[in-house]
């Protein structure tokens, strides 16, 4: 995996919250008897007889009440640690989710191979209502840290995945399920799409400044390659005309989240200060750069995860004897270009590489339009790799932008300012990344229209060429022209 740089991938992958340093022991120290000398001196506690709430002698139910990663100290002597092991069980769960949201974008061309009388209006339902239910969930499960604990919330949400799995099984071995069954089952899968809001949001509190940028990069990566292994495996797992042989991704995914829930129970901790923000929340949704912001982040997150949603279904219908096989690159490569996004902006600034990113997605559904009228299933394949790309690479400076965006002309030697403005960046990128997955809905409800109005994908592509188009306009004049918003650094 390629480096990940702080400035680009901390802000690229944030999360709404937002860590509270203090001497006070809700935020992470604790204070010693006092003394002359030092009478607000730090004491890590690291013995085997540790004060119960520490790292060393959680209280019941995993809770510390002892945290503080910017303590060179408590980092050094066990905090590193600690971190890493509930960033690995956070990877693993946030895997299993995205792995899950997208069980119906492989499963749904495979029970119509299999013989389900689905249409093609309604094979695009199934794929792009649970894209819809993820992307409402990732507001609940933002908040659900503060409320239940990172470690409960880890073990709760996991289990939640085993729904979907089973309803899955329902389906392939009920060739008669009414498709408004269906479509519930397909729903459950959204499950999956709110934990990535949990897991960033947990894993946050865990890493120092210095750090974090790296630990949420992994954290957010090991999420989104969920939707390429899924893609990639089930094809080798269903037996061609098979209906029942559909459940088997099922059947391999179900204990597979029941040992990361019993890994995120047995390793997992509880953080004390883990606390939602909600003052910051507020004032973000005031402000009308988040909601610009977050328009943006439908062109670009809206884009990858709609198109990995529909394109192995798209792949399907157009192509009808395609190897569903390789329909799993574009969701890998999309994923994999998303922490260069990042890098790109921090050299050229994210405007101009969004911008760019923009340009691309639009000469990419041109491209698939161009495929389609020539019936050539090599470009039209690469077509969506140059989508898939450009996407991932937006994803990244879409977000790189939001630091600059909300530091606006705050003097660097504004320690509250600074503070106040990071809180609300934090913030707007809890919002956008929840109003951006809603574009994946759009993305496939395009589709669908597109095809039972005009029996055709290509108006459907020329109206996002439209949207790509109206992103490049508003990125340039809002944030990109000379002296656009007046502020001293580029954006």
Request: charged share 10%; with cysteine.
């Amino acid at each position: 995996m390629p480096e990940l740089s702080h400035s680009g991938t901390d802000m690229q992958h944030g999360v709404f919250t937002f860590l509270h340093m203090s001497s006070d022991t809700s935020q992470g120290t604790r204070h010693t008897p006092p003394k002359a000398a030092a009478p607000d001196r730090l004491e890590v506690v690291t013995t085997p007889d540790a004060a119960v709430g520490t790292m060393d002698a959680p209280r019941p139910g995993r809770w510390v009440d002892v945290w503080n990663p910017q303590d060179e100290a408590q980092w050094e002597g066990g905090g590193r640690a600690v971190a890493r092991r509930n960033l690995w069980w956070s990877i693993a769960a946030e895997f299993l989710g995205f792995t899950v949201w997208q069980l119906w974008s492989i499963a749904t061309p495979v029970l119509i191979a299999a013989g389900y009388p689905i249409t093609t209006d309604q094979a695009l339902w199934l794929v792009s209502v649970p894209v819809l239910v993820g992307a409402t969930m990732r507001f609940p499960y933002s908040f659900a840290v503060a409320k239940f604990g990172g470690r409960n919330w880890t073990i709760i949400s996991a289990l939640l995945l085993i729904i979907p799995c089973l309803g899955l099984v329902y389906v392939a071995n009920t060739p008669g399920i009414s498709f408004g069954l269906m479509l519930l089952i397909a729903a459950t899968a959204g499950f999956g799409g709110g934990n990535f809001a949990s897991s960033m949001s947990n894993i946050s509190f865990f890493f120092p400044e210095k750090e974090k940028g790296a630990a949420l990069g992994l954290n957010a990566a090991g999420g989104n390659i969920g939707v390429a292994v899924i893609q990639f495996v089930t094809p080798f797992l269903v037996v061609a005309g098979v209906a029942a042989s559909t459940a088997r991704p099922a059947y391999i995914l179900i204990p597979l989240v029941l040992i990361a829930a019993l890994g995120a129970w047995r390793y997992m901790d509880n953080l004390s200060q883990a606390k939602s923000d909600t003052e910051a929340w507020k004032l973000a949704a005031r402000t009308k750069h988040t909601w610009i912001v977050s328009l943006l982040y439908i062109g670009t997150f809206g884009s990858f995860i709609g198109y990995a949603a529909a394109f192995p279904l798209l792949l399907k219908t157009q192509f009808p004897d395609v190897n569903l096989g390789i329909a799993f690159l574009g969701a890998l490569i999309g994923s994999l270009a998303r922490p260069w996004g990042g890098k790109l902006a921090d050299r050229m600034g994210g405007a101009r590489v969004s911008i760019a990113a923009y340009a691309v997605l639009a000469l990419g559904a041109v491209g698939a339009v161009v495929a389609l009228q020539a019936k050539s299933l090599p470009m039209f394949f690469a077509a969506f790799m140059v989508l898939f790309i450009a996407s991932g690479i937006g994803n990244g400076s879409t977000y790189r932008m939001i630091p600059a965006i909300f530091r606006g002309k705050t003097a660097m030697d504004d320690v509250d300012g600074l503070v106040r403005a990071k809180r609300i960046a934090s913030a707007c990128i809890g919002i956008s990344a929840g109003i951006g997955a809603y574009g994946g809905f759009l993305v496939n409800r395009g589709f669908a229209t597109s095809t039972a109005q005009f029996g055709s994908l290509q108006p459907a592509l020329w109206s996002f060429v439209a949207f790509y188009v109206l992103c490049i306009g508003v990125t340039w004049a809002v944030y990109a022209r000379k002296g656009a918003l007046g502020l001293s650094e580029r954006i």
